[in-house]
Structure formats: structure tokens, C-alpha cells
């Protein structure tokens, strides 16, 4: 077992090695086959999205076992959690009045078990919160979404209340795990089940970024069109990737850690 672990070790010192244009470009590439991949093995893109909601909900299940096994929260951002909330509720919202669906009932079990971590860091575990270490201000996020969900909103038929509630989940969904990157760019050391969890939020974002850009290549733009006109539908896109690459550096150290055989995660000063 050692040959690939030292292949691993010395592809991934390689990659640190190398100038940041020259990583992004490898991020990129990276990006692109495993679309590629997806395109060919996965025939439904709708089962991206769902899986997508199934990766998350097995991210918070990994917090939801931290707290009762371990009764601390140490570690964890109350700021991502009550943003997480925050645009879920306003989903599940459009959802209902919009378009009432499988990813109604997914966002639901979603925002539930989201609201019981916040409960549980809030009040029962409170002594173990790193309130010093959780210091993103959300209204730096919150407030430029709505800005930008006014102006730049979908363009159908629904009223337009509704769609700017959809616009706002959409970007806030985009940036809802800053704080969680903030409180570990502080502590500098992550634990194995928020690193579990972090990773998981990683991968539905690439899922999710993976469903929209498979289904605007399949229908040949036609679903950019079905969105709307303007700014937005190119807005959604935007917000899938930005999503995905605010964690991609994350995700990389994990796995990085995970072959090393580490078991808690440490991270470059450079890092988020």
C-alpha cells in the first residue's frame, strides 16, 4: 500500500508546488473531465440536483452525530448554519409557491436538521461555541444580496416578490459557508467531522454547479432562455461556480489529508 500513497504525496506536492495561475488552470481542467464524466454516466442531470440535496443532508447528519457524541461544537460557525437556514427557508418558500417538487420535501428534512444544529449550538452547547473565532459579519453577505436580488432577478410570469426571493437564496446560498471558512482560517485546525462536513457542503456545490452547466449544455442554451432574459440566467451560473470553487482549495487539502492518513486536518496559512 505505500507505492500509492508516495505517488499521491508526490503528485500533490507536485501541485503546491506550482504557481497559482498554473493551479487554477489545473482546477479547471480537473473541473471539466469530471463534467465530462457525469455527462456520460449519469443520463437523468435532475438525479445531479437530488444528490446534491442527499450530500448535504449526509453533512449535516456527520454534525448532527458530532454534537450528540462529542456534546461540543467547537469548530463550527453559528453564522453558516443561521445563513444555510436563511436561504433554505426562503427556497422552500418559492418552492411551494413556485414550483412544488422532490427538492420541496429535500429542503424541508434540510432546513429542519439545520434549525436542530443551531438549536443545539445556541443553547445546549453553548459553553463549547468559539463565538471569539466565528467573527464574519453577515450582513456583509446578507445585505449585497438582496441589493443584487432587486436589480437582477428572474424575468417570468410569477410575482415579482417571488422572484426576487429567488434570486436572494440564490446568491446567498453562493457565499452561506464563508463564515465556516473564517472560523477554520482562524483556528488554522480542523476536526474530522467538521471536516467531514465541510467537504460534504463541497460536494453538492459541485453536484449542483455540475446539474445547471449539463443542462445548458444538453439543451443547447435553451434552458438559459427558459430562465428569463437579462443578466439573470447567466447570474445563476455565476453563483454554481463561485459556490464550487470557494471550496474547491478546501476540498483539496482533505483529500490531501484524508490519503495522508491524517486525522485532523491542518491548513496552510494560505488557505481560504
Not at 78 to 99: D, I, P
Not at 143 to 148: D, E, Q
Not at 172 to 188: D, F, G, Y
Request: with cysteine; glycine share 4%.
Amino acid at each position: 500500500m505505500r507505492p500509492p500513497k508516495k505517488s499521491i504525496h508526490a503528485v500533490t506536492t507536485w501541485v503546491r508546488r506550482q504557481p497559482p495561475k498554473v493551479k487554477a488552470f489545473l482546477a479547471v481542467v480537473s473541473g471539466m473531465a469530471a463534467l465530462v464524466f457525469l455527462r456520460f454516466i449519469v443520463h437523468d442531470h435532475d438525479n445531479l440536483f437530488v444528490a446534491a440535496e442527499a450530500v448535504h443532508s449526509l453533512g449535516i447528519s456527520v454534525l448532527i452525530y458530532k454534537l450528540m457524541k462529542e456534546k461540543t461544537c467547537a469548530g463550527l460557525s453559528l453564522k453558516s448554519q443561521e445563513l444555510t437556514a436563511m436561504f433554505l427557508a426562503v427556497r422552500l418558500y418559492c418552492s411551494f409557491v413556485m414550483e412544488y417538487d422532490i427538492h420541496t420535501i429535500l429542503d424541508l428534512a434540510t432546513l429542519g436538521t439545520t434549525l436542530w444544529v443551531i438549536y443545539m449550538i445556541r443553547f445546549n452547547l453553548r459553553s463549547s461555541y468559539m463565538e471569539e473565532k466565528d467573527n464574519f459579519a453577515i450582513y456583509y453577505v446578507v445585505i449585497p444580496c438582496a441589493v443584487l436580488a432587486l436589480f437582477i432577478h428572474p424575468s417570468t410570469s410569477h410575482h415579482l416578490l417571488n422572484r426576487i426571493f429567488w434570486a436572494f437564496c440564490v446568491y446567498l446560498e453562493a457565499v452561506s459557508v464563508l463564515p465556516q471558512l473564517r472560523v477554520m482560517q482562524n483556528t488554522k485546525i480542523v476536526e474530522p467531522f467538521t471536516a467531514h462536513y465541510v467537504f460534504a457542503l463541497g460536494v453538492a456545490r459541485f453536484l449542483s454547479c455540475a446539474h445547471w452547466v449539463l443542462q445548458v449544455l444538453d439543451s443547447r442554451g435553451h434552458l438559459l432562455v427558459a430562465l428569463g432574459y437579462g443578466l439573470w440566467p447567466s447570474m445563476v451560473l455565476i453563483s454554481e461556480i463561485v459556490q464550487t470553487f470557494i471550496l474547491a482549495d478546501f476540498c483539496y487539502y482533505y483529500v490531501k489529508s484524508v490519503f495522508g492518513g491524517q486525522l485532523v486536518l491542518r491548513l496552510p496559512s494560505g488557505v481560504v
